[in-house]
């Protein structure tokens, strides 16, 4: 059996200070304490520990604590069989598809102190269910196990029980008759299939340490098994099934009675009929899930509040976990963008770095209910799955809408030389021209620090035009970097266009350049050779060092005083961290999704023969 250690827990303070709980006893809060992760300002240990008293409910400071501690807490425990602390949400029996993942510390905490309506006594955790028997089953091993009866293969795997109760037109008097009996079984019993007995088969271990030298023909042998009804069903749908109903929402997994179903299938506003029916079976499917748990206490903790921001979780043989209001499952991390850009480089219009802060140290709520919400409000609201742009995108767009997120909004009043002022969607915009290859080699020799540490592609075979007053190709964090240095700069809270910006900005000014065409730009080697096409396959290496050049002439033309290169294999940077081909305005992969079908923020496009550039814009301020 696998050992699982128990996991840290997380508490976010104010100032961006965090703090590691290992235990509960006062001696470990100190621990904690003089171990907690700070940002620029400095904390004090006693301040830390009437903090950390504090979010575990108790008020007067870390004094009231260690008094409440030996006085009630310790009791409370005792009386609970409360004796091992034990992580009851990890799953100790996964199965080999892990295909139900183990809720986090952090989704239950919320569920629990953060979730609308009563506390439910008991709550399925998995911890000690079997996901390894049938629930554990490959695609394949549920066809050879109804391989040998041609009826239970008919009914499993067209999902008769599915359709019997949500499909009108189905109808079961036109079965033959044994499939008609057999359906009418109640799914919580037991039948019995046979199955190939691989025991004695030769595996490929065998095979490779030359066990077996000569095939051996083998009659197959079968042994039968007793399988439950409802977990041929489940293993039938389980794709859906372990993301769609397997989770917290509601009371499915509680042992408080589940009144509505909550299923995390998604549909557009003008919802299909198949959606509806899909939305529907899980809906079913979600009460076999339900009724198949409680068969058991397998899996189940009793859930013991001990106070608003303190809960205990039992197993009832002594083992126990705890969650407390508000806590993490990590620590966070400032660099939203990993090693490609440092904080000090993201510029103030990225709004990820913002909002993943609210959202990890002031925001207090149930995320797993939001997230669900977000995606109901963005189809709601006429959203499309073909533009879908992110979760953290549709999530924040919710919290902005629910008035509980603020972005900054920030404008100007200062006219800077190389910008154009256009009218779009009622907002003067002040727009710059594609930021050309001696721009970037001039931000490049003054930010020495970023050249050096810039990860992706290469710059310079890409930026190699003897005229170096055309576009600039560069990465999102080439451009990112850009914008912060140049904001800094002028003190003007500069940007990209957004997607909807960049339309409005375009019109109907579409390039007659027909899509689908090969490159218009050429691959060029170190002997100045070039390549009629896009170069055959060579080392990564080799790739890297050719140079990929505009065709010449480039070919341009203009839109609201604004010039842009009429050509599908260039791209441009806009503010959502995407690329839009300028002539036929569709993505970076040349479809209609441009939100969605994003290329690779790191690459400048090269090894699609792309060249991908920019431009810089800002707001000003209304009089």
């Known amino acids: 059996m696998t050992m699982h250690t128990i996991k840290s827990t997380y508490i976010p303070l104010k ?10 006893s006062p001696a470990e809060l100190k621990t904690s304490a003089k171990r907690t992760s700070h940002d620029r300002e400095k904390i004090s240990h006693t301040t830390k520990l009437n903090a950390i008293a504090k979010r575990l409910g108790i008020s007067g400071g870390f004094a009231a604590y260690e008094e409440e501690y030996n006085e009630s807490l310790l009791p409370f425990m005792a009386k609970h069989n409360l004796r091992k602390r034990k992580d009851l949400l990890q799953h100790k029996r996964k199965g080999t598809y892990h295909l139900y993942n183990s809720f986090t510390h952090q989704q239950v905490s919320e569920r629990l102190f953060f979730f609308e309506g009563p506390t439910p006594q008991k709550l399925f955790t998995g911890h000690d269910f079997d996901f390894s028997d049938v629930f554990g089953w490959h695609n394949g091993d549920l066809h050879d196990a109804l391989r040998q009866d041609c009826d239970w293969q008919h009914i499993i795997l067209n999902n008769y029980h599915i359709r019997r109760i949500i499909d009108s037109s189905f109808d079961v008097s036109k079965l033959p008759f ?22 004695n088969l030769p595996s490929i271990l065998d095979i490779i340490t030359n066990k077996i030298t000569e095939p051996v023909e083998q009659q197959t042998q079968y042994k039968q098994i007793s399988v439950k009804i409802v977990d041929l069903i489940l293993l039938n749908n389980r794709s859906t099934t372990s993301s769609s109903s397997y989770h917290l929402l509601g009371n499915a997994l509680t042992n408080i009675p589940n009144t509505t179903a909550h299923i995390k299938l998604y549909a557009q506003s003008t919802t299909s009929v198949e959606a509806t029916i899909d939305i529907e079976s899980q809906k079913y499917i979600q009460t076999l899930l339900t009724a198949r748990f409680k068969d058991s206490d397998r899996g189940w903790v009793n859930v013991l509040p001990y106070n608003d921001n303190l809960i205990f979780l039992s197993d009832g043989y002594g083992n126990f976990d705890f969650l407390i209001k508000n806590q993490r499952d990590r620590v966070f991390s400032h660099q939203v963008y990993g090693d490609n850009l440092k904080r000090a480089d993201i510029p103030s219009f990225i709004e990820d770095y913002r909002f993943e802060r609210w959202h990890y140290f002031e925001y207090e709520g149930y995320r797993e209910w939001d997230s669900h919400c977000s995606e109901m409000h963005y189809y ?9 742009p992110g979760v953290q995108a549709i999530l924040r767009e919710y919290y902005q809408s629910r008035g509980e997120y603020h972005p900054e909004h920030r404008t100007s009043n200062i006219r800077l030389d190389g910008f154009n002022q256009v009218s779009i969607d009622e907002k003067e915009m002040m727009i710059s021209e594609l930021i050309t290859i001696s721009d970037l080699i001039n931000f490049l020799e003054q930010n020495s620090d970023y050249r050096e540490s810039r990860q992706g592609d290469l ?10 007053t055309l576009p600039a190709s ?4 080439d451009v990112l970097s850009y914008v912060n240095w140049l904001e800094k700069q002028t003190g003007v809270p500069i940007r990209l266009l957004t997607y909807s910006e960049y339309k409005a900005l375009r019109g109907e000014n579409w390039s007659q350049v027909k899509r689908g065409q090969h490159s218009d730009m050429t691959f060029v080697n170190s002997q100045g050779e070039k390549y009629a096409s896009h170069p055959p396959y060579m080392s990564e290496n080799d790739f890297d060092n050719l140079h990929l050049h505009f065709p010449l002439p480039l070919s ?3 839109v609201n005083g604004l010039r842009f290169i009429d050509s599908d294999y260039f791209c441009e940077w806009l503010f959502e961290g995407v690329q839009i081909r300028t002539a036929s305005l569709t993505s970076f992969y040349m479809d209609d999704y441009v939100l969605r079908a994003c290329g690779p923020k790191d690459s400048t496009g090269k090894y699609k023969g792309i060249k991908t550039g920019f431009r810089l814009c800002y707001e000003l301020k209304k009089h």
């Open 459 to 468: 710059l310079a075979p890409v930026n190699s035009e003897r005229d170096v």
């Open 474 to 477: 560069c990465t999102f964090f």
């Open 15 to 24: 100032k961006f200070h965090i703090v590691t709980l290992t235990g509960l």
């Open 380 to 388: 709601h609201n006429g959203g499309l799955m073909q533009n879908y």
């Open 178 to 199: 044994r499939q008609q009996e057999l359906l009418n079984l109640d799914v919580a019993s037991e039948i019995t299939l046979s199955i190939v007995d691989r025991e």
């Open 556 to 558: 341009s033309f203009k």
